[in-house]
């Protein structure tokens, strides 16, 4: 089944479910895999539960209301793209070492007084978390806040190429990334985070100097500063 004919069935039944603990009834059950699971095995019972159609990606657990892909998280993610083109709101991305749910939760608080916002729920920041977000955002909201993390290399541009964020913001790059994405004469290079992906900034002279923002980013600059026991996150709203 191609992605078109797969989104107009998440059009008329636009519930993910990618947990068999967590079932709701007349949803899409992703049979996602990992190093110890195998989401196809609950394909059968996600159905017998309630789910209108699983997606699997092994043939040997095919059954009535299954729908076989190649690749069940690759078929998530452009599952979500696909809904992210669909809709024409503003998004605001937000990654970084430390600080990624606060600021999260303090941008989409100040702008839901305004705006019909959705938030990234809890910190659902992955490379599945960043698609079901995506696909929970509605017709009625009018602004997004998606949170992102990665722990190597190429992962933020993936989820940029998902998510397609109109702002970005790096709230800090910590010590704990540093292994993944390299330091050079003392700066981190922006492109190993973000995969050259535009909207994101980001200058780094040593423990305690951050700043996110660039000529792209129209009206939301955040700094950062950390201390000995905690991070404390200033946001500055600039109206250019």
Known sequence: MNIEKLYEIFQRYPKICTDSRRLTRDSLFFCLKGENFDGNKFAKDALKSGCRYAIIDNEE??????ILVKNVLQTL???ARLHREEINIPIIGITGTNGKT???ELISRILSSKYAT???QGNLNSQIG????ILEIKESHEIAVIEMGANREGEI???CEIAQPTEGIITNIGYAHLDCFGIFDGSIS???VTGG???FTYNWTGPGNYISSDQTVSYTHLRAHETDSYLVCRLVLEKK
């Open 102 to 104: 606060t600021t999260k």
């Open 61 to 66: 657990y095919q059954t009535k209301g299954s």
């Open 190 to 192: 922006i492109n190993s």
């Open 157 to 159: 541009k993936n989820l």
């Open 130 to 133: 960043v698609a079901i977000s």
């Open 77 to 79: 993610q452009d599952l």
């Open 118 to 120: 959705y938030a990234t």
């Open 197 to 199: 992906v535009p909207g």
